[in-house]
């Protein structure tokens, strides 16, 4: 349900609107859409949204605000952690096209950021916690996987230092343990791994640092 009320400011509420993806397999589970925005059209708005799974646990609520005389504006967001386990709910249930390559998940992620803009140029800056997540997936296990990993993009990639992964257990037939990766985001999407050091067969497997090549024209 949408309505609007217009005064000396405008207001856009939206009650609810149920979005569901169309494509086989579904991209995304459905998800329940609340929001509202106030303001002036020739000035500045303010804005509110939230999404909820319509059958999993899954809120997320975003708030920010645009000036359109100057053509700048903000936004942050977060998705509340999200807590996996054998019996509960799994990547499939989020998205069903992962059901067939993601399994037996365990742990909790969840997701934040900001972005700004002004006259088209935007600058982003998002951020990953991992705590104690696992999954199996073709040819790879996965036991243990912590870490808050943060990725800005354009002006404010600079400010980050080195990100860290650290495993548990990485099972690729081999069984590594006790792992920590460490790289940089600088670039991205070219990566540069500066140290992977799992332990196996009573010692470490130590790597060279190393760089993934990625397009350089994108920020």
Do not use: C
Not at 154 to 165: K, P
């Amino acid at each position: 349900m949408l309505s609007l009320h217009q005064g000396q400011t405008t207001s856009v509420h939206m009650k609810r609107a149920l979005v569901e993806s169309l494509a086989t397999p579904r991209e995304l589970s459905a998800l329940t859409l609340t929001g509202k925005a106030d303001g002036r059209w020739d000035g500045a708005m303010t804005f509110e949204l939230g999404a909820r799974g319509h059958q999993v646990p899954l809120k997320l609520s975003a708030q920010g605000r645009h000036n359109f005389g100057v053509a700048l504006g903000e936004l942050s967001y977060q998705l509340d952690r999200i807590r996996f386990s054998p019996g509960g709910l799994q990547p499939g249930d989020l998205v069903p096209a992962l059901g067939e390559l993601v399994e037996k998940a365990q742990g909790s992620l969840a997701v934040s950021g900001d972005l700004s803009w002004i006259s088209g140029v935007s600058t982003s800056h998002v951020r990953l916690a991992l705590h104690d997540l696992g999954f199996e997936a073709p040819g790879v296990s996965i036991r243990g996987m912590n870490t808050r990993i943060e990725r800005a993009g354009r002006t404010v990639r600079s400010r980050l230092g080195a990100q860290e992964i650290r495993i548990g257990l990485m099972d690729i037939g081999v069984p590594l343990r006790q792992g920590l990766i460490r790289f940089y985001t600088e670039n991205m999407p070219s990566l540069r791994i500066e140290k992977l050091h799992p332990a196996w067969g009573g010692g470490r497997v130590q790597a060279e640092p190393l760089v993934a090549p990625g397009r350089s024209d994108v920020s």
